[in-house]
């Protein structure tokens, strides 16, 4: 959402980041660890209008020590006013 809480968060998510839904659900983005600043500048500018859609590829490790290449699409969610209600993250990941 527009407070950047996690509202979904699938198993593929829980796979290459390590964190089940239920920990991560609820609780703000910000407050876990992706692995790069790059990605809150990247949803800041999404939100303020700054951008329609944005990509990003990181090097993070998970939680479980793993290392990981991250590419993540950034894109806003409109709500039903066309203001930009939320971002909706897209990941794909690669052992490293």
Request: aromatic share 4%; net charge negative; glycine share 14%.
């Amino acid at each position: 959402d527009r407070d950047l809480t996690i509202l979904l968060w699938n198993h593929g998510a829980e796979d290459l980041w390590g964190f089940n839904a239920d920990e991560v659900r609820g609780r703000s983005l910000l407050s876990v660890d992706l692995g790069s600043q790059a990605v809150q500048q990247q949803i800041g500018g999404l939100l303020a209008g700054a951008a329609h859609h944005e990509e990003i590829a990181v090097d993070a490790t998970n939680c479980r020590g793993r290392a990981v290449r991250c590419g993540i699409t950034c894109t806003p969610f409109l709500g039903p006013g066309g203001d930009r209600a939320g971002v909706v993250l897209v990941m794909e990941g690669k052992a490293k």
